[in-house]
């Protein structure tokens, strides 16, 4: 059995056994997301770009991450590196500051928000790197089931408001997300990177 205290997950075989989770582990998907994340604000400000057709999509994935991270990967960070509870509160009043900025985007902001994002990816890319040297490989893959299913079910609009860890998190922001989800079917709206003309190289 794991040293590594992290959140409640479903009963699984054991890996003595030899049986091994299916799925992507938690950290290889939060730092390819961030890769395209940074990928896709180098396309929005780049020379000769079109910001405005990329704004919808940016914002509904940033709002898809934060949401998936802090229900999943910060608490599993605080659990399993306590010298790091600081720093995972400061990442989720960053977090929020993000979302802020997010709400009614514009061209303008885009340079503070690619700023923002950029400290966000060092800051839990740091996290990341620490989780990964304590956590077993079974439980980063079960980490990571757990944050492609919340990130599917989150929001795809900012809501700074809403509860930013759990238990609260997990039910309010599917929930929002639902509403958004609506929203987004009936304007048509964008939120996906393979929704763009060119979807941006992690």
Not at 6 to 18: F, I, Q, S, V
Not at 87 to 99: G, M, Q, Y
Not at 111 to 119: D, F, G, I, K, L
């Amino acid at each position: 059995m794991s040293a590594v205290p992290l959140p409640p997950l479903p009963p699984a075989p054991t890996p003595e056994g030899g049986y091994r989770p299916g799925g992507r582990n938690i950290a290889d998907i939060v730092d390819r997301e961030h890769r395209q994340l940074l990928a896709l604000l180098d396309q929005l400000t780049g020379p000769g770009a079109t910001p405005q057709e990329g704004l919808p999509v940016l914002t509904a994935a940033l709002s898809r991450h934060l949401s998936a991270e802090e229900q999943y990967l910060l608490p599993a960070v605080r659990a399993a590196l306590p010298g790091a509870a600081e720093r995972v509160d400061a990442e989720i009043n960053a977090d929020a500051s993000l979302l802020n900025t997010l709400k009614g985007l514009t061209d303008d902001a885009l340079t503070e928000v690619a700023e923002r994002v950029r400290q966000h990816v060092e800051g839990v890319g740091t996290l990341v790197t620490e989780l990964r040297a304590v956590a077993t490989e079974e439980e980063l893959i079960r980490l990571g089931n757990r944050l492609e299913i919340a990130e599917e079910a989150a929001p795809t609009r900012p809501h700074p408001g809403t509860p930013a860890t759990p238990p609260w998190n997990r039910i309010v922001e599917p929930a929002v997300g639902v509403v958004d989800k609506m929203l987004d079917a009936v304007t048509r709206r964008p939120t996906y990177l393979a929704d763009l003309p060119e979807s941006p190289r992690d």
